[in-house]
């Protein structure tokens, strides 16, 4: 399959961007240490020797600086942040266990584990922190948007994937290094869980993917419609849930740790996600079955090997955020937990201010999740209206994923490919030209 082949192309050559940012971090670090008489790249051995980096310059900036800089340049690429954020929703053409294991759960969130576990270096680089941070909350709200207007199943997993990876970021840029981890495992549950949904759905509809053509398959797949249900509660921030204590701690910390203006912004995220997951699970389970006549007649659940992993999924879905309870509540035995290798981020503020920031959350998810439930269940208000605002310009922008391949594709691929172009046509006739000619 074509399609296929290039979205692993572009997978590749992405992540080989990100990649080369890395390894040039890791080799700044590496040769920093090595001046100071302790060449290592081992963990424990770098956070035991960080503080001989203070002092250290490079090119007039700080070497912890451009080192992390560098190493999120990697975390960039594999944990799909701008600019480098393109190829995951590609690479979702995978099988969806493929897509449930690796594009929701591991692979991608090495970028946030890696910056998390050199804690004690992005420590030292406030630069850094606030470039991440600043880069988390901009791919949570970019994903998001292009997630309100995809119809294809897996698609708005895809960006609702990117954007939950902006959030880690936002926790690890405002110091909340255990948040971030708290969030990449709460996520892990139910992502999956909803990855595997899908799956469960396609699978039903013949490797149907369009949502358009789905609706009413509740009543036909009940207990792909429960776990699917509780992982959307999950994403969604739902009180409870483990989604709502990992993403409520990261909010939190940004406002506690005086990032005001990033918290505003990660809550507006916060409601549209809400939006697109519940508009997914209304377009999906709810409403009339718009499918074929012959698809109709073989709607079925799917077999044990398949809703099994869905209800083991939802179960941590439900229950996985209660090892990280608030401060309020009595604060987070993950947190504890990570202690010996991921700090723990500092909170500056009263109980009183975070029950009511949780409360604000919460009431703007609950807006998104309405509106929702508006819009794809009781009919009441129209998507076209929303989607014809402005002339419809909004809708096409988001729709189209910002134009950001198109751009990509003209800029940095035809623009590599006509660079090849002319360094061939020098080559063929000026080298040649000097060498045939002095022959």
């Not at 922190?129 to 207007?149: D, K, P, S, Y």
């Not at 971030?180 to 799956?199: P, S």
């Not at 005001?260 to 995220?269: C, S």
């Not at 035809?414 to 002319?422: C, D, K, P, S, V």
Request: glycine share 10%.
């Amino acid at each position: 399959d074509h399609a296929n082949a290039r979205a692993g192309n572009k997978a590749f050559i992405v992540n080989r961007v990100g990649d080369f940012g890395f390894v040039l971090g890791m080799f700044l670090l590496f040769w920093t240490l090595d001046a100071q008489g302790h060449g290592t790249l081992t963990f424990r051995e770098m956070a035991r020797w960080a503080s001989s980096l203070e002092g250290q310059t490079i090119w007039g900036f700080s070497v912890a600086t451009v080192a992390t800089l560098f190493l999120f340049v990697g975390a960039t690429g594999k944990s799909a942040q701008i600019p480098l954020y393109v190829w995951l929703p590609d690479a979702m053409a995978g099988p969806t266990p493929v897509s449930a294991l690796i594009h929701a759960a591991t692979m991608v969130t090495a970028g946030v584990y890696m910056t998390a576990r050199l804690n004690v270096f992005f420590s030292m680089a406030p630069f850094t922190l606030q470039l991440i941070a600043v880069i988390g909350v901009t791919t949570a709200l970019l994903a998001a948007t292009i997630a309100l207007t995809q119809n294809d199943i897996k698609k708005v997993l895809a960006y609702s994937t990117v954007s939950q990876l902006g959030y880690m970021f936002i926790g690890i840029g405002v110091g909340g290094y255990a948040a971030a981890v708290f969030h990449l495992m709460t996520h892990a549950f139910f992502k999956a869980c909803l990855f595997l949904g899908a799956g469960s759905v396609i699978h039903a509809m013949h490797h149907e993917q369009d949502m358009r053509k789905m609706g009413g398959l509740k009543s036909y797949m009940p207990l792909t419609f429960l776990t699917f249900l509780i992982s959307v509660l999950a994403i969604s921030g739902t009180p409870g849930t483990a989604g709502f204590f990992s993403k409520d701690e990261i909010l939190w910390l940004a406002f506690s740790n005086h990032h005001p203006v990033i918290w505003a912004l990660a809550v507006i995220g916060a409601g549209m996600t809400a939006f697109y997951m519940f508009r997914q699970l209304f377009m999906v389970f709810f409403g009339e079955c718009r499918a074929d006549h012959h698809t109709q007649e073989h709607l079925h659940e799917s077999p044990k090997v398949m809703t099994l992993p869905l209800v083991i999924l939802a179960g941590g879905a439900l229950l996985a955020g209660w090892i990280g309870l608030p401060a309020v509540f009595g604060g987070s035995r993950f947190a504890e937990w990570l202690e010996p290798v991921i700090a723990h981020g500092e909170h500056h503020g009263s109980h009183a201010l975070e029950l009511g920031l949780m409360g604000i959350s919460i009431a703007v998810a609950a807006g998104g999740a309405l509106l929702g439930y508006l819009m794809y269940y009781r009919a009441t208000l129209s998507p076209d209206r929303f989607a014809n605002f402005a002339g419809g310009s909004f809708y096409r922008l988001f729709h189209n994923k910002w134009y950001l391949d198109e751009i990509y594709q003209a800029v940095f691929v035809n623009g590599t490919l006509l660079l090849a172009q002319l360094f061939s046509a020098f080559d063929k006739y000026v080298v040649d030209g000097i060498v045939n000619g002095t022959a």
